[in-house]
Structures are given as structure tokens and as C-alpha cells.
């Protein structure tokens, strides 16, 4: 069952890191939720639970690929610690924009964006951040935040349409 489930992961998520973790994921919400349901039931549960991790993991990997190429095409950061708004903004980072104009374009871009984060209502913008800035997961988002899961997911859908919209009318594609 594993390996066809893992084989099925790889195939959808394209990544054998984030299969085995959805793999892992899934039997352990099927262990802590299904402990008490008949062996024979385990399959399908299984399959339903890796079914909808995967799903979850394709929304966030969307979700933050999109935010990702939006600060990426800004500039290049070289270490994973780095904050890019702080490598956009600080003086000894070789990414800027060659003329004057492209650096007041650049900085204004950043300051438009980070406007919109704050105008966020707060839970959006903590779940916001949470899932797609520190790259937590949303159990551990929900645990930081003191909700559900499903809050979570609520919040960070309503964020991420949100910060679309208002970038977008102000002229921002994604």
C-alpha cells in the first residue's frame, strides 16, 4: 500500500521529498484519527486522507510559488536566511536594478506590497505570513494562531485574494 501511495504522491507532486512527507503525513493523521476503525477500512482511508494532503500541498505550493516569482523577479537573494524585503532594501546587495529609475520602481513595489500586508485584518496576515513567509505547515500555523486548521486555510485563501485584488488594481500582475 506505501509504495503504490508513494508512487502515486511522486507522480502528482513531482517531488520525492514532498511525496515522502505527504506519504508520512497522511499515515500519521490516519493513525491518530482512524486508530479505532476495522483494518479493513484502512486502505480506503488511507487513500483519502494521502489524497487530500496532496491536494493541500499542490494549493501551497501554488500559493507560494506565486508570492515566490513575485519577490524573486524583484531580485536575487543569495541565502535562504536572508529576508528578500530587507536584500531589496539594504546597500551591499548586487541585484538592484542598474538605473535610478529601476530602484525607485523597485523600492516603491516593495513598500505597495508591504502596505497590503498590513492592511490585512490581523489573523489573515498572521496565517499569511506563518504559511507562506516562514513556510509553516498548517497544523503548526494553527497552533501558533490557537484555531482550527480549517480557520487556517480560511484565513490564507481570504489573504491571498485579497493581496491579489488590491496589487492587482493598482497595477501589480501576479
Not at 476503525?37 to 501551497?60: G, H, M, W
Request: overall charge negative; glycine content about 4%.
Amino acid at each position: 500500500m506505501e509504495k503504490r501511495a508513494f508512487r502515486q504522491a511522486v507522480y502528482t507532486l513531482r517531488n520525492d521529498e514532498a511525496a515522502l512527507d505527504a506519504v508520512q503525513d497522511a499515515m500519521i493523521k490516519l493513525s491518530v484519527s482512524y486508530g479505532d476503525r476495522p483494518a479493513d477500512e484502512y486502505p480506503r482511508l488511507f487513500q483519502r486522507i494521502l489524497s487530500n494532503v496532496v491536494t493541500d500541498a499542490l494549493r501551497r505550493q501554488k500559493v507560494r510559488n506565486t508570492w515566490v516569482s513575485l519577490f524573486s523577479s524583484l531580485f536575487k537573494v543569495g541565502d535562504d536566511d536572508d529576508d528578500p524585503l530587507e536584500a531589496v532594501l539594504s546597500d551591499d546587495t548586487g541585484a538592484r536594478p542598474s538605473t535610478p529609475h529601476g530602484r525607485y520602481e523597485q523600492v516603491k513595489l516593495i513598500e505597495i506590497i508591504e502596505s497590503e500586508i498590513e492592511r490585512l485584518p490581523r489573523r489573515q496576515r498572521e496565517a499569511f505570513l506563518m504559511r507562506y513567509w516562514e513556510e509553516m505547515d498548517i497544523a503548526e500555523t494553527a497552533a501558533a494562531m490557537g484555531c482550527s486548521e480549517g480557520s487556517v486555510k480560511t484565513h490564507c485563501s481570504r489573504a491571498t485574494h485579497t493581496l491579489a485584488e488590491a496589487l492587482k488594481a493598482k497595477g501589480i500582475t501576479l
